[in-house]
């Protein structure tokens, strides 16, 4: 087949964070989406879960009229049920939300075919594996009964599927409708991320790991295995960074044919008046809630400072963050009032009631509120690492000390009942964001950072931050990124390093941190979908040729 032949004429693209956001893989695709619905129109369908059944979705836009040829012909088996409509953001895409629930009845059908099949180990699975297969499998009837419906047999068809959760809905199409090219793309792998999680040291010694016996000894053997056959049984095989790349090498024993790195669109950053409107807006919310939290009014010209993303304590380097923080306070040569901010989602039950209450005041509170780290009750407190280590270096947000840090808890939507704002309404308020991450395959965090202008630090143990370093002129005052050197053994020195970078930017006169956030600026520029792109058309491209041969 020639190139032009290797085009898709429908993309399908399954993950669980389809209009469901819980980390980086929403924000990969959210923003990937009008990049390809500019290129392929409405023929690139979003399928993600029905979880929404008892609540309207803030992202989802329904509307049956959509694809309503297909929605009326559609006859899916084991009684599934699905919604169509919309992903309410930029481009709006079409989506396919699917009620995989009837599917649970029948599980050990499936795991018993994908045993004959693959010699997918189902036996020891546990917590999310029945969902996630159950998900992925309905995914795959979707697909299966759209390309029939299509007569998908005369066109190029695509079946994109995003990490091990929507391993068996490949699997199935790759036997039960070989003429779908499939792609399947690993964000981060399971033995990977278990690795890392429980203290293992990862780097050092990743080339005498075997991943299946890992998986034994970590108890992933289930996760592990429907991950390792999708990879080895997609046409395509992608990963988002060079470092998980080789990592994908040694677990999974198959190298990435494309290294697919994460961008993002500039229609999510406001114009400059509206950022600075924005930036002001975050700056008060967030000195209020320190103000009513403390006790005390922080200057207005307080340095602020965040790291944030899902709640993987040591992996996303939320522990070197915490450990910066409390050798920052320990200094004598500060020249402004530092306040740092955990903006991690943890187990929460609601915002404190007593900072409500000062919050819907217009009383001055001059003494602070019990434990004034913490805007939100939280149900397993006594063993919450990011509390106990708070409490652990001392940082008691005291009036007299120049350093501060609060953790919010929350997933910020805009209804989270304190702050009430988008994350990316929350971001711009900062001056400066860190995460020091150990392992990270890609790094949305960061760019999305710099993508606001803010400068941030991250490591080079991060997609993105290898990224960085490939650039010839890597300083923070050309990128308005800090990488630092992060390995198994060096911790303490890298701590070290992050608190050194956040006291030079807290000292920094206006006209150079300007000149640092425009730097920030121009590289994010680099990294925008329409750059690279062309990594998705290359997978697609050598998806399709590799299911032609299979057909030969």
């Not at 964070?17 to 923003?31: A, D, F, P, Q, R």
């Not at 895409?93 to 649970?104: G, H, M, N, R, T």
């Not at 297969?133 to 994109?160: D, M, P, R, T």
């Not at 397993?380 to 007299?400: E, R, S, T, V």
Request: charged share 25%; with cysteine; aromatic share 12%.
């Amino acid at each position: 087949m020639t190139s032009s032949e290797n085009r898709p004429d429908y993309i399908f693209e399954v993950s669980w964070e389809v209009c469901n956001l819980i980390g980086g893989i929403y924000t990969v695709l959210s923003t990937k989406a009008k990049t390809l619905q500019k290129s392929y129109k409405d023929k690139v369908i979003f399928i993600g879960p029905d979880v929404w059944q008892e609540q309207p979705s803030p992202f989802f836009i329904e509307d049956n009229k959509v694809i309503k040829g297909w929605l009326e012909q559609a006859q899916l088996p084991y009684g599934l049920k699905v919604r169509t409509g919309r992903w309410d953001i930029p481009g709006k895409p079409i989506v396919i939300l699917v009620d995989f629930q009837p599917l649970y009845a029948h599980k050990n059908e499936l795991y018993k075919l994908m045993w004959d099949l693959y010699g997918v180990d189902s036996m020891p699975a546990y917590g999310d594996y029945d969902e996630a297969s159950a998900f992925a499998w309905a995914s795959a009837l979707v697909i299966e009964n759209y390309y029939l419906y299509i007569n998908g047999k005369e066109k190029n068809v695509v079946a994109h599927f995003d990490e091990w959760t929507t391993s068996m809905g490949l699997l199935y199409l790759r036997h039960f409708m070989p003429s779908i090219a499939t792609v399947f793309t690993t964000h981060a792998t399971s033995m990977g991320r278990s690795i890392a999680g429980n203290n293992k040291p990862l780097y050092d010694y990743l080339s005498g790991y075997n991943g299946d016996q890992m998986a034994q000894e970590l108890n992933m053997v289930s996760k592990h295995s429907v991950e390792k056959r999708a990879a080895i049984y997609a046409d395509c095989f992608t990963t988002v960074s060079d470092i998980t790349a080789r990592e994908c090498e040694q677990l999974l024993e198959r190298r990435p044919d494309v290294v697919t790195p994460n961008g993002f669109e500039r229609n999510f950053v406001p114009a400059k008046k509206e950022l600075t409107e924005k930036r002001q807006v975050a700056r008060k919310r967030l000195l209020d809630i320190a103000h009513n939290l403390i006790g005390y009014r922080p200057s207005d010209d307080a340095f602020l400072i965040a790291t944030s993303g899902r709640y993987e304590y040591r992996n996303k380097g939320i522990d070197m963050y915490i450990d910066a923080i409390g050798r920052i306070a320990q200094r004598r040569d500060l020249q402004r009032e530092i306040i740092a901010f955990v903006l991690t989602p943890g187990w929460t039950d609601s915002p404190r009631a007593d900072l409500l209450k000062r919050l819907q005041s217009d009383k001055e509170y001059n003494t602070p509120l019990p434990d004034p780290i913490v805007t939100h009750d939280i149900h397993n407190y006594d063993c919450d690492n990011i509390i106990n280590q708070i409490h652990w270096l001392g940082l008691n947000n005291h009036p007299d000390s120049l350093v501060k840090i609060i953790f919010i808890p929350s997933y910020l939507t805009g209804n989270d009942g304190l702050l009430n704002m988008s994350y990316y309404d929350v971001l711009v308020g900062m001056d400066a964001t860190a995460f020091p991450s150990y392992y990270e395959p890609w790094g949305y965090t960061p760019l999305e950072s710099v993508a606001f202008g803010i400068p941030t630090v991250t490591t080079q143990l991060s997609g993105f931050g290898q990224w960085v370093m490939s650039h010839e002129a890597g300083s923070l005052q050309d990128t308005g990124v800090q990488v630092l050197r992060r390995y198994d053994g060096n911790f303490v020195g890298v701590s070290q390093q992050l608190a050194d970078t956040i006291v030079e930017l807290s000292k920094m006169d206006k006209k150079c941190k300007s000149g640092i956030d425009r730097a920030a600026s121009r590289l994010a520029a680099e990294a925008e979908w329409k750059n690279f792109i062309v990594y998705y058309e290359q997978a697609y491209s050598i998806a399709l040729q590799r299911m032609q041969e299979r057909k030969q």
